[in-house]
């Protein structure tokens, strides 16, 4: 248990959830020719999910000097990274980015777009790149387009391994090499400079793979000689772009700008406004320590932070530091296959059942695992009793408290896709007629909502690779130059 | 009694790692931030209580003063998205803090 010393009063003046919605929607701030000035646009918060045209007219109007995009997580799970694909969809993806490229392409505006492809593995910056290549064709548009891989190989991490320059963030399993040949994409996120070097290199348009988030945002302004502690921050912030601010969208465009010692956020949207609370609010969003926050190189310290509403719905922050680390540690992400899924969804109405499901169940598996194939198993059974504790497992306080209906999904994860067929099957017609003590509805247990009852969910994947890697910032990250013709 | 609906802004959970989550509590008014702070209302022994873990399971409660918030923060019991995972994001782990009653001085 912690609890952080305040550095310095922090000023909160203004209260949340103020919204002035007479206010013109962005006027251009203006700030004094003689103070050297960064604005970003950043578009939307996760590349595909899409912005209102008419926000992203007002933040062009303020002249940005970047426009920069995250496309990525690890939210969606270990599939995206797993599988090679991605978990935003393609026309999406295509609409945004033919908005983006025309946008700046036309008007000499770097664009930079971290995380490509959701999970920023080979497979997902290559997929990005064909949109890109696509739309570039489509829209007569003739660019300087970086591409800068983050794909690890497999004998890095060994290496690393061997030599002790790796190490386990919290809860990550121990790792060993057949963990390691069983990722299928390992992924490091790139800090700044290898964006930084595709940009020194002239690219008018940097696709990267996987991107710390704020590095996207961060890497031009640093190079000109802005703040990498505010820079940063600020990339942390306009990552997410008008999550930041009061309401919330995901899907709408804000606009950051850096000066000398402080960075201002600009709502580019008349339904929404920054306050010094919603800013505050956002930098704990996914964090675990909201306080300093690591990344590649170095640590984000907010404790001197502040907060301070300027009016028209904008907020400067200031006293964000960056300290660099002794030692250069990159963050990488890997995923492994472990089987196949089917899945069953029923319900069930019958209060007896209701009354007895959990012992129920329990025999249910002890039936099908006598029925099942010898060498197979029943240890990926899992049975997600909604009305009862389905999203919280133990952590239910609430588990016996009695319902009126549960919905049941039979998830059957098994080594191969018969192998999960079998299981969901067996487990679903098992239930289906279980004759469990005071049955007195002997027709069926279950009320299935579709025929065919059971479904193929595909592969199944698990997060096994979350660790630092000491490495030197540019070696994992290949940069390609390619001149896109119109 | 009084619960956090009552005076919270925020009350919410979301994964930090595919490993781990964290639960945001942020408050409306600086006061009654600073009551809980000052009392250390928020501790292990409540999450465990609340939760039905052991008070070691519990990694970090942070008080963080810019947003007037309490980041509380716990391992997931599946990674993320694993086999036999319950919550991929994790955004559905709050609503315990919801059903604490406390009471706030006068």
Request: proline content about 7%; some cysteine.
């Amino acid at each position: 248990m912690r609890n952080l010393p305040e550095k310095q009063p922090v000023t909160i003046s203004v209260l949340p959830f103020e919204v002035n919605s007479a206010r013109p929607p962005c006027a251009p701030r203006r700030v004094a020719d003689s103070v050297a000035r960064f604005a970003i646009l950043s578009p939307t918060a996760i590349l595909g999910y899409g912005f209102p045209e008419d926000s992203f007219a007002r933040g062009l109007a303020c002249n940005p000097d970047l426009i920069a995009v995250d496309a990525g997580s690890t939210d969606p799970g270990p599939y995206y990274l797993g599988s090679g694909k991605s978990f935003t969809d393609a026309r999406a993806v295509r609409r945004d980015l033919a908005l983006l490229l025309q946008a700046a392409v036309g008007r000499g505006i770097p664009l930079v777009i971290g995380s490509a492809g959701g999970a920023g593995a080979g497979p997902h910056l290559e997929w990005t790149v064909a949109i890109v290549r696509e739309l570039a064709r489509e829209l007569r548009l003739a660019f300087r387009l970086g591409i800068v891989r983050a794909d690890v190989p497999a004998a890095t991490v060994l290496e690393g391994l061997r030599n002790g320059r790796l190490s386990a963030l919290s809860g990550a399993p121990p790792l060993d090499a057949d963990t390691v040949a069983a990722s299928g994409h390992i992924v490091a996120q790139m800090g700044v400079e290898p964006i930084q070097e595709a940009l020194s290199l002239g690219c008018d348009v940097v696709v990267a793979g996987r991107a710390y988030d704020p590095a996207v945002f961060a890497a031009l302004p640093m190079m000109r000689g802005f703040d990498p502690g505010l820079a940063l921050h600020l990339g942390k912030i306009l990552e997410c772009a008008a999550i930041a601010a009061s309401p919330g969208s995901g899907s709408d465009c804000a606009l950051g700008i850096l000066e000398a010692d402080r960075f201002i956020l600009q709502p580019l949207s008349g339904e929404r406004v920054f306050t010094p609370t919603s800013v505050a609010a956002h930098t704990l969003y996914e964090k675990s320590n909201p306080c300093v926050l690591p990344g590649p190189g170095g640590d984000l310290d907010l404790r001197a932070v502040r907060f301070d509403a300027l009016g028209e719905g904008c907020v400067a922050v200031s006293g964000s530091r960056f300290t660099p680390s002794p030692r250069y540690c990159l963050k990488l992400e890997g995923a492994r296959r472990v089987g196949y899924r089917s899945v069953a969804i029923a319900g069930v109405r019958d209060p007896v059942m209701i009354e007895g499901i959990e012992s129920i169940l329990q025999q249910v598996r002890e039936r099908v695992r006598a029925l099942l194939p010898p060498g197979e198993s029943d240890q990926g059974l899992c049975f997600h009793v909604y009305g009862r504790d389905a999203v919280m497992g133990e952590r239910e306080p609430l588990r016996r408290q009695p319902a009126h209906e549960l919905g049941i999904v039979i998830d059957a994860v098994a080594a191969s896709v018969a192998a999960a067929d079998t299981l969901c099957s067996l487990t679903r017609s098992t239930l289906l007629h279980f004759g469990y003590p005071g049955r007195i509805a002997t027709a069926g247990n279950l009320a299935f909502p579709f025929s065919p009852s059971d479904l193929r969910a595909g592969e199944v994947y698990e997060f096994c690779i979350y660790h630092l890697l000491e490495a030197d910032p540019l070696g994992l990250f290949p940069v390609e130059v390619h001149e896109v013709r119109a | 009694m009084t619960r956090l609906s009552d005076i919270a802004r925020v009350v919410r959970s979301k994964n930090t790692s595919p490993f781990t989550y964290a639960l945001d509590i942020m408050f409306r008014d600086a006061a009654d931030y600073r009551t809980f702070k000052e009392r250390d209302m928020v501790d292990a022994a409540l999450i465990s209580r609340l939760y039905g873990l052991d008070e070691s399971e519990v990694l970090d409660i942070i008080y963080f003063d810019p947003a007037l918030a309490i980041k509380i923060c716990l391992p997931r019991e599946v990674s993320s998205g694993a086999p036999g995972d319950r919550d991929v994001y994790g955004a559905q782990q709050h609503a315990p803090l919801l059903l604490w009653e406390f009471e706030l001085p006068a």
